[in-house]
């Protein structure tokens, strides 16, 4: 384990490099993208703690961008900075989250993701009826870019470092959890809870907290969605919204740090590449099936076998040379 | 008290095609412990095959139905099971989940790249007349939905409780090692439970459809209450899902009326996690036993 | 740490279960068992398949409500409460069926062991990742002879080595009491011999209380100072070993003729 850091350390650096000098020269609409990108990737691993680590499933993340993007729409419309209200909205996603595990106490699996569901629906509903709060089908506008101090994000650009600030500061926050004797709980509470439970994990704070953390890193990605679209509506945060970032979660590596990235990746960007062709949800489509048919473990899982295999072959190249 | 009835009824009838689709949803799901998340779209897509069939072909409307049956079977039943479920058995979890997902997407974005994006009218071979019950009117059409929904599921019922077969069905999906130690054949009874799925999904199609007309997206908010129909009534149950499937169309149909327009959509979302928190068996469903 | 010592003083005994009773739908599977176990004693706890005997540590450890009855550790009431209340209490236990984290590591699994009896939550969220406990952990990996395993996934292990890092695990906390459900199934007879003498080890250098279920008489009758035979969900004999053999109940429902 302690071998690898220093490598995951300069992978991460690299990423870090190319990711700021990436969009340099590019047209607005590709910014536009890698912030999409980013503000999912914020989302997607959200859900994969609670979902990845955890094991409990939850079909309500794009309910909590909703509550991010809302409540930072709402604040920064009435004069608020972002700073002050992202916290906000992030804190209220938290709260929500936790309550939204109660269910899984009581509930597993396919009835848990029922439930969620069910709340994504329910929020939907609210944030289209209640107009003199969200704006109702119409949504809201007009939302202000966030400043901090002297600095403006209101260009393409300076938004993009903006964003890649903030999910930089958001990953290595989620990092820090993971790798934590939290992060180990929650591998623990998704292996065998009973044991867990026996061996003093209150299971039941545990599950709570895993509801709440993510729920928490969807509410920082939809007060980063508010001012990236500027304009928000309820169907950005419909239960479709949530099966996408579940799929981000599936196809990039169920469990798997970095998998969401790539999911996200492949969900937001594949369809753009494809956008040519008059057939491209379609094509994506069975890219999807074709993926979770014959690779379960995903992008992540193809990535590691092989991986596994060029140090087989490498090694048993090695040991033919010896002799 | 008339206006009453006539809301229940025509609820009724509404709920008696979710109940076709919760029926099938009910019946996948055990067989193959599948989520179907495409279910919604199962019911959309038949009307499209017809649809093909008459208008593109210039067939007759029999013929249109029974090309839209068979067509229905051969890609909802024997490809879907074929080429996307028992690849990922026997156990699929959440990459079966997100791969019926993306056939829902592949199947909602082929209508409308191969047919169009507009809704269809959709012929129906009833009357548009309406009955006077009791002081209530309803449609001749909304009277045949419930009575041959009805019948179908009865028929279904019939099928599993007396028959070899229906019974072999019900052995397979309870304990496969068990049944196929006493002979039976589990992965060809696991294939009559996708083609019967298939063939229920048709059928409902062919009756929503010249209500509701044939949109390539009428399967999100369809799949929704199937799914709610099929664990309010049980998992495990086909009666239950019946029962789910008509509970959920009268009480939508009295909310939209007597409560709130705006929030209907939200009572059977209610029911459904009240259901599952303090039953999560279903209202009809048996406990399933549970390990320490 | 320091809780399983308190209550000595005291002269409670360091279990005590009175008329706890547990019905699954017509089975009475625990009927009105009551017992005490003293501090430092070794308990072995027999009968035949379905006597009751997991059933009894999982109403003990708070896994299951029972229907009646009460609990007490240290002379502290515990019915009813969790079962990760009891862990902190000090009490320890491994279960009949396989019981470790499949997707950890071996040495993952014994430090989560330990590491929800160090600090706070919030520490835990800040603290070290290993929570201070990898070198801890890596001494019982060792004292079970699993050190060759050490960075391998539990899930991958055979079922012996499994049973032993569902050991490990119940000892890393320390704790003063343990309820051992059939250690020794599956474990090789050299291994046996060994898991023996660390348990006398423990008990001796620590003073740590055992309650073991077992089927293996020979490991049983030599391990324990006395053994309480079950039956139908009843305590049928309760004695020192040599006197439970020769109980002409016991032998006519259990060790046979
Ligand atoms: N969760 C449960 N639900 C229903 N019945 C149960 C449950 N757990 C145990 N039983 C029943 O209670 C009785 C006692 O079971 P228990 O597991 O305690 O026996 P045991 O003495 O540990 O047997 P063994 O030596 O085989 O491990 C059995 O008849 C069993 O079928
Ligand atoms: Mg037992």
């Not at chain 1, 590019?26 to 503000?39: A, D, K, V």
């Not at chain 3, 003990?60 to 009646?68: C, E, F, M, T, V």
Request: charged share 15%; glycine share 12%; proline share 4%.
């Amino acid at each position: 384990m302690s071998s690898r850091r220093p490598l995951a350390l300069i992978v991460a650096a690299v990423l870090l490099a190319v990711l700021l000098i990436l969009p340099v020269g590019h047209g607005s609409y590709f910014i536009y993208l890698l912030c999409s990108w980013l503000m999912f990737t914020i989302a997607a691993m959200g859900l994969n703690l609670t979902l990845g680590y955890a094991g409990r499933i939850s079909l309500a993340q794009a309910s909590f961008m909703g509550v991010g993007a809302y409540t930072t729409a709402i604040l920064t419309l009435h004069g608020w900075p972002w700073l002050a209200a992202a916290p906000v909205g992030v804190l209220l996603c938290f709260v929500v989250g936790l309550l939204l595990g109660f269910p899984a106490l009581r509930v597993r699996g396919h009835f848990l993701a029922f439930v969620t569901l069910a709340f994504n629906t329910l929020f939907f509903l609210v944030a289209r009826n209640e107009d003199w709060l969200t704006g109702g089908s119409y949504g809201l506008s007009d939302i202000p870019r966030p400043r901090i101090g002297p600095i403006s994000a209101d260009g393409q650009l300076a938004f993009y470092y903006f964003t890649l600030a903030v999910s930089a500061l958001a990953i290595l926050a989620l990092w820090g959890i993971v790798r934590s004797p939290w992060g180990r709980a929650f591998k623990a509470l998704r292996e065998n809870e009973v044991r867990a439970e026996s061996l003093g994990l209150d299971t039941r704070r545990i599950t709570l907290l895993a509801f709440a953390i993510g729920s928490a890193f969807g509410g920082l990605a939809g007060a980063i969605e508010a001012p990236l679209v500027q304009y928000i509506e309820p169907n950005s945060f419909a239960v479709g919204e949530s099966l996408k970032v579940l799929l981000m979660v599936v196809v990039g590596g169920l469990g798997d740090f970095w998998g969401p990235a790539l999911g996200a990746a492949m969900v937001v960007l594949l369809p753009e590449a494809l956008r040519g062709t008059r057939y491209y949800l379609i094509v994506y489509a069975l890219f999807v099936i074709a993926l979770m048919v014959l690779k379960p473990t995903g992008l992540m899982g193809i990535g590691k076998t092989f991986l596994a295999r060029l140090a087989k072959s490498r090694a048993a190249a090695a040991t033919e040379a010896k002799p | 008290m008339s206006q009453f009835l006539q809301v229940v009824l025509s609820g009724l009838s509404t709920g008696s095609i979710y109940a076709l689709a919760a029926v099938g949803f009910a019946l996948v799901w055990q067989a193959a412990q599948t989520v179907n998340f495409a279910q919604g779209e199962f019911v959309m897509l038949p009307a499209f095959f017809a649809l093909v069939a008459i208008h593109w072909f210039g067939w007759p409307l029999w013929a249109g139905f029974a090309f839209a049956m068979l067509a229905s079977l051969a890609i909802l039943g024997l490809a879907f099971k074929g080429l996307v479920v028992q690849p990922m058995m026997p156990d699929g979890g959440l990459p079966l989940v997100i791969a019926t997902m993306a056939v829902s997407i592949l199947l909602k974005e082929s209508v409308k790249t191969f047919y169009g994006a507009e809704a269809q009218p959709f012929p129906s071979p009833l009357p548009d007349g309406t009955l006077q019950i009791g002081g209530a009117v309803i449609s001749i059409r909304d009277l045949f939905d419930l009575l041959a929904s009805l019948a179908v599921v009865g028929g279904l019922t019939l099928f599993l409780d007396r028959t070899r077969t229906g019974r072999q069905m019900q052995a397979a999906a309870q304990s496969p090692a068990v049944a196929e130690i006493l002979g039976v054949d589990v992965a060809r009874m696991t294939l009559y439970a996708f083609l019967v799925n298939a063939a229920l999904a048709a059928f409902a199609s062919f009756l929503v459809s010249p209500t509701y007309l044939a949109k390539f997206s009428n399967g999100e908010s369809l799949g929704l209450v199937a799914f709610i129909a099929a664990i309010v009534g049980g998992f495990n149950r086909i009666r239950g899902a019946l029962v789910g499937g008509l509970l959920v169309g009268v009480l939508d149909n009295l909310v939209a009326t007597y409560v709130t327009q705006e929030y209907r959509a939200a009572l059977p979302l209610v029911l459904l996690i009240a259901v599952i928190l303090w039953r999560p068996q279903g209202l009809l469903g048996d406990a399933e036993g549970r390990t320490v | 740490m320091s809780l399983s010592t308190t209550g000595a003083a005291a002269g409670a005994p360091h279990l005590s279960v009175r008329g706890v009773t547990k019905r699954f739908g017509n089975i009475v599977a625990v009927d009105d068992v009551s017992f005490d176990v003293k501090r430092g004693e070794i308990l072995g706890l027999i009968g035949p398949n379905g006597s009751g005997k997991s059933t009894l540590f999982n109403c003990i450890l708070g896994q299951i409500a029972p229907d009646a009855g009460a609990v007490e550790v240290d002379g502290k009431a515990v019915t009813g409460r969790r079962a990760c209340d009891l862990a902190k209490l000090g009490v320890g236990r491994t279960f009949q069926q396989l019981a470790v984290f499949p997707g950890l590591t071996v040495h993952d699994n014994v430090v989560f062991a330990g590491q929800e009896h160090e600090g706070t939550l919030l520490g835990r969220l800040f603290g070290k990742p290993d929570a201070g406990l990898s070198e801890e952990a890596d001494r019982l990996i060792e004292f079970f002879r699993l050190s060759h395993v050490r960075d391998r996934l539990a899930g991958d292990l055979s079922y012996g080595q499994r049973k032993l890092v569902d050991a490990a695990m119940a000892f890393m906390s320390g704790p003063g009491l343990v309820l051992l459900d059939e250690p020794a199934g599956g474990v090789n007879l050299t291994m046996l011999a060994e898991l023996k003498e660390r348990l006398v080890a423990y008990n001796r250098e620590r003073g740590t209380t055992f309650v073991v279920i077992e089927h293996n008489m020979d490991f049983v009758m030599s391990l324990c100072g006395r053994v309480m035979v079950l039956a139908e969900g009843r305590v049928i004999a309760d004695g020192p070993p040599e006197a439970v053999r020769a109980d002409k109940r016991v032998v006519d429902s259990y060790l046979g003729g």
